[in-house]
């Protein structure tokens, strides 16, 4: 080809291209690699944020940012830095943790976004949902799916911190978020042992059958001396040579909802993984993100070419698809919530493990 012809070929690739920008178009084969990825490539990097410093920057809050209407709760997001100008954990799920003082009140509101709440250390608040007073201790996982009205009171003198967990990144992308303000007292000052929803719906393998049907998880307290319970008889069934454990040394349950076996939330699986002392996992990759608590003991954690040292409260980020491993010398607890519901839906799932 003439270098005339080949400048006025060129001249006219420039138009073209010029008129598709002015059109808002885009041609796929100059974007094909960055849209269909071999793999996934998440904007979020693995990212490890230290109780140490979290619970300090709280206590701070608490003593000079009230809790009320306008900005509702003193929750302090988990700001991922490969996610710049946003105040999510990962593209789809957000993580802060949550201070009320005492005698404080978080009042009442609802909204699309499914959340959770675990208890990381402290007692003495009581969220109630729909007007159902549900008790909040060390170890406990609470939910609250969408569209229920929610609100916290702290009835001790002493302040407390928690794990709030929500899909807010993910309802933001497609658009489907609702919120609404509740009234300004609370629905109930009641603050029993048990809740409603536990006294229905909490006992194993126990279905109440004139129940309402509920489109979420109708129970809303998963309490920590029965997960502590399971993870150790998983354990203990391996020590005598019998299935139960995901593999050596590592024991895990899933909350699920007692009306139908799935994930206890839609959009957000919660889990809580043991590790005995000198365990290892394998190194794993899913697709979709995670967020991990340590909830007691100590481990090492490598996600792609990151090491993070980890204690007790520490919290960190698993981008999709990134490697990741843990190991524990002492033995650990933890915590981990991930957008896999939503993934296995859309038939996107998918997992990969090596050897440990």
Request: proline share 7%.
């Amino acid at each position: 080809m003439s270098t005339t012809k080949a400048a006025v070929q060129q001249a006219e690739l420039d138009e073209l291209y010029s008129a598709f920008k002015a059109a808002h178009m885009a041609p796929l084969w100059t974007q094909r690699e960055g849209l269909m990825p071999d793999t996934p490539r998440s904007d979020a990097v693995p990212t490890l944020w230290k109780w140490a410093t979290l619970l300090p920057l709280a206590e701070r809050s608490g003593a000079l940012v009230p809790v009320g209407r306008g900005g509702e709760r003193r929750a302090i997001a988990l700001a991922n830095p490969g996610l710049p100008g946003t105040a999510y954990a990962t593209p789809t799920l957000w993580a802060a943790i949550q201070y009320l003082g005492p005698l404080e009140e978080a009042p009442s509101h609802r909204h699309t976004q499914t959340a959770f709440r675990f208890v990381i250390e402290g007692e003495g608040v009581w969220t109630n949902v729909e007007g159902d007073p549900v008790a909040m201790r060390r170890g406990d996982l609470l939910l609250t799916p969408g569209m229920h009205f929610h609100e916290h009171h702290n009835t001790g003198e002493r302040a407390m911190a928690w794990i709030d967990g929500l899909d807010i990144p993910l309802v933001r992308q497609i658009d489907a978020g609702f919120f609404e303000l509740g009234p300004d007292e609370l629905a109930t000052r009641d603050t029993p042992t048990t809740s409603r929803n536990e006294r229905l719906w909490g006992h194993p393998g126990l279905t109440p059958v004139g129940a309402p049907t509920a489109k979420a998880s109708p129970l809303l307290a998963y309490r920590w001396e029965h997960t502590d319970a399971a993870l150790r008889a998983q354990l203990e069934l391996e020590d005598e040579g019998y299935p139960g454990v995901l593999e050596a040394g590592h024991a895990v349950v899933r909350f699920t909802n007692p009306a139908t076996a799935r994930d206890a939330l839609s959009t957000i699986r919660c889990e809580m993984h043991r590790l005995r002392p000198g365990a290892s996992t394998a190194t794993t990759r899913i697709a979709g993100s995670a967020v991990w608590q340590v909830f007691h003991g100590t481990a090492t954690a490598r996600i792609g070419d990151e090491t993070y040292r980890l204690d007790r409260g520490d919290l960190f980020a698993v981008p999709s698809w990134a490697p990741v491993s843990l190991t524990s010398e002492n033995g650990m607890d933890a915590f981990r919530f991930s957008d896999e519901p939503v993934f296995a839906a859309l038939g996107l799932a998918r997992t990969a493990r090596a050897e440990s």
